[in-house]
């Protein structure tokens, strides 16, 4: 999958010529090569590789800004997706629903995003891209309660790591500006019911001025040195 992988390095650097180039390798090894002997074996090849080319081609559009073709090609990804057969690990790396809901969610279409990143969830369990988005969907629908409570969850799957070791998570929002504020220091976070407590506190105190979810719910505790 080199192509592929090259493909979205090419994303990033808007190099519409060496992403073109990646996509057509792609492409012609799907289309040209006899993948008879793997499929026999149950491996679906092809199907992998026309995965791989529709997601490229979708996250080359979201990063263009054209949010209504991304929607469509993740959306057409997904579906070649679930033609893929069940395998541990999973043959393709990620929920593609995932990318589907940051899309959407960029679109302002918070309901379908918050749809999306859960069946992300349901696919892939505790996946803290997933979490991480649907609680942004539910804040942006002003569910600050199960926003809270999701992110609680996401808190706690990550273990609030370090500053700067989720920036990946900005392409969920497209945007930099919410980081997760957790202390640098060694921390561990505690019981889930204290996290929910917390957060019905702050959600449900008119007294008090009402942060991000995911600053309130990082309250973590050091571990023992």
């Given at each position: 999958m080199r192509h592929y992988a090259r493909a979205m390095a090419y994303v990033q650097l808007r190099n519409r010529r060496g992403f073109d180039?990646?996509?057509?390798?792609?492409?012609?090894?799907?289309?040209?090569?006899d993948w008879k002997d793997m499929t026999d074996q149950g491996v679906p090849a092809p199907d992998l590789l026309q995965l791989a080319e529709t997601v490229a081609?979708?996250?080359?559009?979201?990063?263009?800004?054209?949010?209504?073709?991304?929607?469509?090609?993740?959306?057409k990804a997904t579906l070649i997706e679930e033609k893929v057969p069940y395998m541990e690990p999973p043959y393709w790396y990620y929920p593609v629903q995932q990318s589907l809901g940051a899309a959407l969610y960029r679109a302002g279409r918070y309901d379908a995003a918050a749809s999306a990143?859960?069946?992300?969830?349901?696919?892939?369990?505790?996946?803290?891209?997933?979490l991480f988005g649907l609680a942004a969907a539910e804040r942006a629908t002003g569910q600050k309660l199960r926003a809270a409570v999701t992110t609680a969850l996401s808190c706690r799957n990550w273990s609030c790591p370090e500053p700067g070791t989720l920036s990946s998570f900005s392409t969920v929002s497209g945007s930099s500006s919410e980081s997760l504020p957790c202390s640098t220091r060694s921390y561990t976070v505690t019981r889930m019911g204290t996290l929910i407590r917390l957060a019905v506190e702050k959600v449900s105190s008119p007294r008090r001025s009402i942060r991000s979810p995911v600053s309130m719910l990082c309250t973590v505790y050091p571990t023992t040195p």
């Open positions: 180039a990646e996509v057509g390798a792609l492409r012609t090894l799907r289309t040209d090569h081609g979708a996250r080359w559009a979201s990063r263009a800004g054209r949010l209504n073709d991304a929607i469509a090609l993740y959306r990143f859960t069946t992300a969830l349901v696919k892939s369990p505790n996946n803290g891209w997933a």
